[in-house]
Antibody
Framework: EVQLVQSGAEVKKPGESLKISCKGS????????IGWVRQMPGKGLEWMGI????????RYSPSFQGQVTISADKSISTAYLQWSSLKASDTAMYYC???????????WGQGTLVTVSS | EIVLTQSPGTLSLSPGERATLSCRAS???????LAWYQQKPGQAPRLLIY???SRATGIPDRFSGSGSGTDFTLTISRLEPEDFAVYYC?????????FGPGTKVDIK
């Protein structure tokens, strides 16, 4: 069974750094891309970027380029999303999702809620 | 970047009624790479339709998708109580992949 299990909720202060994770299981982790999607409170879905764990090829949506870093450790089948300096506007639910071979997001993690508040 | 517009923003219907949701793209979506997702409160989105008209695994046949180019439609033939949710379209034919703002289907 394909599963994406994300790390738990985080509460941080502005300016702090953060790295959240998404662990894949039940499939060949290095053979599929992993994407990240943001959902701000009460808002819609926003595509952030994607990584191919097999060779770490990474692509960012222009809106998120330079704002976050996506990485992966294929030895432990885990993808990451990180911030070097959080802002209050980073408060959101973050989902990882696995695109199928045609690009549709057929499996999703349960989401990680990130709250940034002073 | 392809911008997706969904209408209406909210659709108020009763169980058993037919729901018709629209998704319009700012430019042609390559190879009908258009998907629909359902999201219920507190849950991750779920894939319903891919390739504009193909149902994902386990999706009931009351859900159907149609369209091509810049105009796409999701139809729910007879609304069940569990269908009241927010629906998003997504294009995945051009980078960056983009989502529409969503249509909320709520109980009238």
């Amino acid at each position: 069974e394909v599963q994406l299990v994300q790390s738990g909720a985080e509460v941080k202060k502005p300016g702090e750094s953060l790295k959240i994770s998404c662990k894949g299981s039940g499939y060949s982790f290095t053979s599929y891309w992993i994407g990240w999607v943001r959902q701000m409170p009460g808002k819609g879905l926003e595509w952030m970027g994607i990584i191919y764990p097999g060779d770490s090829d990474t692509r960012y949506s222009p809106s998120f380029q330079g704002q976050v870093t996506i990485s992966a450790d294929k030895s432990i089948s885990t993808a990451y999303l990180q911030w070097s300096s959080l802002k209050a506007s980073d408060t959101a639910m973050y989902y990882c999702a696995r695109p199928a071979l045609d690009g549709t997001l057929d499996y999703w993690g349960q989401g990680t809620l990130v709250t940034v508040s002073s | 970047e392809i911008v997706l517009t969904q209408s209406p923003g909210t659709l108020s219907l009763s169980p058993g009624e037919r729901a018709t949701l629209s998704c319009r793209a700012s430019q042609s979506v390559s190879s009908s790479y258009l998907a629909w997702y359902q999201q219920k409160p507190g849950q991750a989105p779920r894939l319903l339709i891919y390739g504009a008209s193909s149902r994902a695994t386990g999706i009931p046949d009351r859900f159907s998708g149609s369209g091509s180019g810049t105009d796409f439609t999701l139809t729910i033939s007879r609304l069940e109580p569990e269908d009241f949710a927010v629906y998003y379209c997504q294009q995945y034919g051009s980078s960056p992949e983009t989502f529409g703002p969503g249509t909320k289907v709520d109980i009238k």
